[in-house]
């Protein structure tokens, strides 16, 4: 069993920063990919970013390309995302997730293993 807890969210004004944890517990954390995905109200879940489990590479949306960084840190057990820059359209419930694989993928179905999420707020 493996479980992932974020932490890190809340409301800022634009332009601000915030970074984002993800904790996992249980098994095999270092061999696992993970991602990040985001949902806003009435929308459906999207891609933000991901990294592969031995963080040699990572992958981001357009729209947050060149303003959030994700890393790992595999000796903690932890992934994280920092968001420079934050916009109003950034506003969402940002999930991580974890996969079995080794690489990435995009598509939130290829996640077995799923935080419960925290809320990011920007403010214009």
């Known amino acids: 069993q493996v479980q992932l807890v974020e932490s890190g969210g809340g409301l800022v004004q634009a332009g601000g920063s915030l970074r984002l944890s993800c904790t996992a517990s249980?098994?095999?954390?270092?061999?696992?990919?993970m991602g990040w995905f985001r949902q806003a109200p009435g929308k459906r879940r999207e891609f933000v970013s991901t990294?592969?489990?031995?963080?040699?590479?990572?992958n981001y949306a357009d729209s947050v390309k060149g303003r959030f960084t994700i890393s790992r840190d595999n000796t903690k057990n932890t992934a994280y995302l920092q968001m420079n820059g934050l916009k109003p359209e950034d506003t969402a419930v940002y999930y991580c997730?974890?996969?079995?694989?080794?690489?990435?993928?995009?598509?939130?179905?290829?996640?077995?293993?799923w935080g419960q999420g925290t809320q990011v707020t920007v403010s214009s």
């Open positions: 997730a974890a996969r079995s694989a080794s690489s990435a993928t995009v598509m939130p179905e290829g996640y077995y293993y």
């Open positions: 249980g098994r095999a954390f270092s061999g696992r990919a």
């Open positions: 990294i592969s489990s031995s963080g040699g590479s990572t």
